[in-house]
C-alpha cells in the first residue's frame, strides 16, 4: 500500500516538473495529465509515514538493545576482528559443557563454572573484517548475508537476531569508518556498556584523519557514554581519557608488558601481545578469573588470514608463504615483514634502511612480493610500496585491482640509499615488477617461482588487501598447504 503511493506520487511529480509547468525538471511524457492539487497533501502524509515508520524502527532497537545485558563495541586500526574473536570466546566459555552438566543436573559442575572457571555468558559476536562472521552462542559461525556493500544499517538485523536468540552478550566489530558513521553506529546503533579500542594507526586517511591524531579523535567519537572504555590508546592516553570524562565514561588502559610469554605460547596461531592484553581486560572487567580467560581465548578459532606462515609444494618448488593482506596500512605489513617475513631470508642478503637483521634464519633462498589492491583504495598504492621497495625481493607481482596503477607508480619511485648522514643518494635498482592480471591463483605462484633453481626455496611476501584477489589467495595457499603436508604424512 505504501508503496503504490509512493509510485503514484513520484509519476504525478514527474509530470509536474515538466516544461508546461515553468519547472524543467523533466520532460513532459504525452498523454499524461498533470498533477492534479488535490495530490499535493501526499507530500505531507507520506512525510508523516516515513517519520512514524522511522520511530517505530528505533524505538523497537532499543527496546531489543535493553533485553541484552552486555553490548561490546570493539574498535580500532588493526586487530578488531581477533579481539572480537577473543572476548567472545572468553564470554561464552565452553558452552557445550555447560549445556551438559545442565542437562545431567550436575550442580557441582555448575557450581564450578560459576565459580573457579567464571561465569559462562551466552553470547553472540559478529566480526566484519577480511570475512563477515556471525560467531554464535556455541562457537559455530556462519558468513553474513549481504545484498550489495556493507551498512552500518546492518547492526539492526544482528541486534534483532541476537534479542530473539536470548543473547546476555553481543560483541561487535565496528564497521564504520567515517565520523558520521561512527557517531551513529555507537549512539544509535549499539549503544554499547562497554566499548574497546585496540590500537591508533595511520590507516583510511581520505576519510579519518590525515595523521595519527585526527584518526584518533575519529575513532573517540564511538566512545560510549556512562559506560567503560577499554583502551590500549599507546601515545593518545591523554586525550581518550579526557573524552571518556567528557561522556562520563570510565576509562581503563591496558598494558600490553604486562601479559606474559607463556601466555602467548598457549595460541597456535601468532598472537599479538596488545590484542590480548585488551581482551583479557575486558573479560576481567566482566567477570572472568584471568587463567580461565586465557584458557577460553586459547580455543577461539582465527580470522581468516590470520595464520600468517605456511609451507607448501607446488610442481615440485617449495614456497613459503607470509600473508601479511590483513595487514592493509605501511606500519602493521612492515611488522609481518620483520616479525614473520625478515627471519626466514639467508642472512647473507642484505636490505636498506637496516630493515634486514644479520641473524636470520637460513631458510629461503629468494624473496617475491605479492601485492593486491582494491579499486576503492588507491592511496595505498603509494603506502605500501614505500614499505615494499626497501625490502630485499627479486620480484614484484601486482595482482587484484589497480595492476597498471601501481606499476606505473613502482617504475617511478624506485627506493633512494641513504649516505650516512640521511642525504639522498642513489636510486636502488628495481626489482623485476610483473602485472599478473586476471591470472588464478595457481599461475600467480608459478609466476612467483618462474626462475627458482631446483633444491631451493622461495619465501612470498604477501601484502595489500585481503579483498578480492587477497582471499583467492590465501584460500589456495591454505589448501595447497595442507595437502603438502598430507603427503607427508606416511
Known amino acids: 500500500m505504501v508503496f503504490a503511493k509512493f509510485h503514484a506520487f513520484?509519476?504525478?511529480?514527474a509530470e509536474f516538473c515538466g516544461p508546461a509547468n515553468g519547472l524543467n525538471c523533466y520532460p513532459s511524457q504525452p498523454g499524461v495529465q498533470s498533477m492534479s492539487m488535490s495530490a499535493l497533501p501526499l507530500v505531507p502524509c507520506l512525510s508523516l509515514i516515513m517519520l512514524f515508520m522511522g520511530i517505530s524502527?528505533?524505538?523497537?532497537?532499543r527496546k531489543r538493545l535493553a533485553k541484552i545485558p552486555i553490548r561490546i563495541l570493539v574498535n580500532g586500526t588493526r586487530g578488531k576482528s581477533t579481539v572480537t574473536?577473543?572476548?567472545?570466546?572468553?564470554?561464552?566459555?565452553?558452552?557445550?559443557?555447560?549445556?551438559?552438566?545442565?542437562?545431567?543436573?550436575?550442580?557441582?559442575g555448575k557450581q564450578?563454572?560459576?565459580?573457579?572457571?567464571?561465569?559462562?555468558?551466552?553470547?553472540i559476536a559478529k566480526t566484519t573484517g577480511t570475512e563477515a562472521r556471525?560467531?554464535?552462542p556455541d562457537g559455530a559461525e556462519e558468513p553474513l548475508a549481504r545484498k550489495g556493500p556493507a551498512r552500518i544499517s546492518e547492526q539492526i538485523a544482528f541486534v534483532k537476531h541476537a534479542a530473539k536468540t536470548?543473547?546476555?552478550a553481543i560483541v561487535v566489530e565496528c564497521m564504520a569508518v567515517t565520523p558520521e558513521n561512527q557517531l551513529v553506529f555507537e549512539r544509535h546503533l549499539n549503544r554499547s556498556t562497554i566499548g574497546v579500542l585496540?590500537?591508533?594507526?595511520?590507516?583510511h586517511t581520505d576519510v579519518m584523519g590525515q595523521d595519527e591524531f585526527e584518526i584518533a579523535r575519529t575513532l573517540a567519537l564511538s566512545i560510549p557514554e556512562r559506560a567503560v572504555y577499554i583502551a590500549n590508546p599507546g601515545k593518545f592516553e591523554d586525550f581518550f581519557r579526557a573524552e571518556c570524562e567528557k561522556r562520563s565514561t570510565r576509562f581503563i588502559a591496558v598494558n600490553s608488558e604486562a601479559i606474559p610469554d607463556h601466555y602467548m605460547a598457549k595460541f597456535s596461531y601468532p598472537m599479538f601481545r596488545d590484542n590480548l592484553a585488551v581482551a583479557l581486560a575486558v573479560l576481567q572487567y566482566c567477570g572472568i578469573d584471568e587463567e580461565t580467560a586465557i584458557a577460553r581465548m586459547s580455543q577461539a578459532r582465527a580470522d581468516p588470514g590470520v595464520v600468517p606462515v605456511q609451507t607448501m609444494v607446488l610442481d615440485g618448488k617449495t614456497m613459503v608463504a607470509v600473508n601479511a593482506f590483513a595487514a592493509n596500512d605501511a606500519e602493521s605489513t612492515l611488522f609481518f615483514w620483520q616479525n614473520f617475513g625478515q627471519p626466514l631470508i639467508k642472512a647473507q642478503q642484505a636490505s636498506a634502511d637496516g630493515i634486514q637483521e644479520s641473524d636470520a634464519k637460513q631458510d629461503a633462498d629468494t624473496a617475491v612480493a605479492i601485492l593486491s589492491h582494491?579499486?576503492?583504495r588507491p592511496f595505498r598504492i603509494r603506502e605500501l610500496w614505500d614499505v615494499v621497495s626497501r625490502l630485499p625481493v627479486q620480484k614484484v607481482l601486482f595482482c587484484g585491482d589497480l595492476q597498471s596503477e601501481a606499476l606505473r607508480f613502482a617504475r617511478r619511485h624506485p627506493a633512494v640509499s641513504e649516505a650516512g648522514s640521511g642525504t639522498k643518494q642513489r636510486a636502488q635498482p628495481l626489482p623485476e615488477l610483473i602485472c599478473c592480471g586476471a591470472a588464478v591463483p595457481g599461475d600467480i605462484l608459478k609466476l612467483a617461482v618462474k626462475d627458482s633453481q631446483p633444491g631451493t626455496t622461495t619465501l612470498l611476501f604477501m601484502a595489500g588487501n585481503m579483498k578480492g584477489a587477497g582471499m583467492e589467495l590465501t584460500r589456495f595457499i591454505h589448501d595447497t598447504a595442507e595437502a603438502s603436508e598430507e603427503r607427508k604424512i606416511p
Open 10 to 13: 513520484f509519476t504525478d511529480c
Open 57 to 61: 524502527e528505533s524505538a523497537l532497537h
Open 85 to 108: 574473536r577473543l572476548i567472545a570466546a572468553g564470554l561464552r566459555g565452553d558452552f557445550r559443557e555447560e549445556t551438559l552438566d545442565a542437562k545431567q543436573g550436575n550442580s557441582a
Open 112 to 123: 564450578d563454572q560459576l565459580g573457579s572457571r567464571g561465569r559462562t555468558i551466552r553470547t
Open 134 to 136: 556471525r560467531i554464535l
Open 166 to 168: 536470548k543473547a546476555e
Open 198 to 203: 585496540t590500537n591508533v594507526r595511520l590507516d
Open 374 to 376: 582494491r579499486s576503492d
